[in-house]
């Protein structure tokens, strides 16, 4: 399985970005997929995450904020990302589990990571 990630830029402070990741390969394999980030000189952190069931859920300092999305159909999910501010800045990687992407250690399938720079 392989998961590719696109969406990333540079926007200003109150910004959007949609970020898009598509599950190639034995996607059906893929239970959860998610979203997680990494600042400069930070762990990686949760982001968002849904299941195949759609059941979904975003971390509740991005609530309000972010949204997260799937077609189940196509294997792809989205993260839209409203209001950016310059500490959203960092590394975006999608993630794919057979069981869960809520617990980093849980993830099997990791994307490549895109860019996302907000700027005040």
């Known amino acids: 399985v392989q998961l590719q990630a696109s969406g990333g830029g540079s926007v200003h402070t109150g910004g959007s970005l949609r970020l898009s990741c598509s599950a190639l390969?034995?996607?059906?394999?893929?239970?959860?997929m998610g979203w997680y980030r990494q600042a400069p000189g930070k762990q990686r952190e949760l982001v968002a995450f849904?299941?195949?069931?759609?059941?979904?859920r975003v971390v509740n300092s991005l609530e309000g904020r972010f949204t997260i999305d799937r077609d189940a159909a196509k294997d792809i999910i989205y993260l839209q990302m409203d209001n950016l501010k310059p500490e959203d800045t960092g590394v975006y990687y999608c993630a794919g589990s057979r069981r869960s992407t809520a617990v980093i250690s849980l993830v099997e399938y990791w994307g490549k990571g895109t860019q996302v720079t907000v700027s005040s």
């Open positions: 849904i299941t195949e069931r759609l059941s979904r």
């Open positions: 390969g034995s996607a059906s394999s893929i239970y959860d």
